[in-house]
């Protein structure tokens, strides 16, 4: 990540404050989990302009953590707080926790958390390292990039996974995916988004677990998948060819569901999102383009315009209207990545509107 201001073109003057709005990301499929090229996962993923992470940082005379939504959440910020000390140095800070989604939602709240922290963090030093140097520090990135590529770039992005042995610059750390593409997402489509605010995605040692007892992921498959990428998604986001693009991010979603369905209980993690999303098909007529991000319980539906979002929004809460904690919502992409503020500086990541 590059911060600049006029006359300065290596350092920012150091900041009293500063605000970090970063996007909520959905993940929409690995495309190699079991290497079978050498390289591990592969993703594909979206920003989108619902669920973000807003966090203000100030210097002070004492570190405090204010607004954290849970202790799980202050815990996790002032260990962050911990090693960017250690890093770099510099004074106490206050950090307000304005905006966040829940976390273990399939929305990338852990990684935005941590680099708009460590964003904010870094920006009130005048330093700038890139968002790749953050992500490693602060232990986020490991498996999939779209997080960090999405902090930097908005829209939709396709990263490298992890894997290849050229030099990454940080001796023998962990290699971050490297971005492949970014397609800016049209702006007429939308994503439909069912939560099921009872449960959580797999995450921490659970998931390590999960992911370990599953058999390899064969090499036809992933083939298929890197296929249906390269053919479908990417020729109909490029060319606005919303059916070409629904029925790869369909097909991805259903072929890589049904490969971690032993571990999440089905296709899905959350049954009741299943019927929601179902339905919502139905009611636009259009079964393609649905699925769930990451280990969920948030799944999605890709709609071609307002009108199909109002409709399948409006089916998806029938369908779940006698279901408990059952959240739907209309998001839009969003392409630009993080959007930084403070005094005498607005900058964002990408273009910013």
């Keep these: 990540m590059q911060l600049r201001l006029d006359n300065q073109p290596d350092s920012l003057s150091p900041l009293s404050a500063v605000t970090v709005d970063a996007p909520a990301r959905l993940h929409l499929g690995f495309l190699d989990p079991s290497a079978s090229l050498g390289r591990a996962f592969g993703s594909v993923g979206l920003t989108i302009d619902t669920f ?28 962050y707080l911990d090693v960017l000390h250690g890093a770099y140095g ?5 950090i307000e926790v304005q905006q966040a989604p829940r976390a273990h939602a399939g929305l990338g709240s852990g990684t935005q958390l941590a680099l708009a922290v460590g964003t904010a963090f870094v920006s009130l030093l005048g330093r700038s390292p890139p968002t790749a140097d953050l992500a ?52 007429a489509w939308r994503i439909l988004l069912v939560d099921d605010t009872r449960r959580e995605g797999l995450h921490g040692d659970e998931e390590r677990r999960a992911l370990a007892t599953l058999a390899p992921f064969p090499q036809t498959l992933a083939a298929h998948l890197c296929h249906l990428v390269l053919m479908l998604v990417l020729p109909g986001i490029a060319e606005h060819d919303f059916d070409a693009f629904a029925k790869g991010i369909g097909e991805l979603q ?6 971690f369905a032993p571990v999440q209980g089905g296709v899905f993690s959350s049954p009741a999102v299943a019927a929601a999303l179902d339905a919502a098909a139905a009611a636009t007529q259009h079964r393609a383009g649905i699925g769930q991000t990451s280990w969920g319980p948030t799944g999605f539906a890709f709609l071609r315009g307002i009108q199909d979002a109002e409709r399948a929004l409006a089916a998806a809460r029938d369908a779940t209207r006698g279901t408990p904690g059952i959240v739907c919502s209309v998001a839009a992409g969003i392409n630009r990545g993080a959007a930084i503020h403070a005094v005498g500086l607005q900058r964002c990541n990408s273009d910013c509107p």
């Design 52 to 79: 973000g992470t807003r966090i203000t940082a100030q210097r002070a005379d004492e570190t405090q953590i204010l607004g954290a939504h849970t202790e799980a959440q202050r815990a996790r910020i002032a260990q």
């Design 90 to 94: 510099g004074p106490p800070v206050v």
């Design 136 to 187: 490693r520090l602060l232990g986020r990135g490991a498996r999939s990039g779209i997080g960090l590529l999405g902090f930097d770039h908005g829209g939709l992005i396709v990263d490298s996974g992890r894997g290849g042995s050229g030099s990454n610059g940080a001796g023998n750390q962990p290699r971050i995916p490297s971005i492949l593409t970014r397609q800016p997402f049209p702006e």
């Design 254 to 259: 259903q072929t890589i569901g049904e490969y």
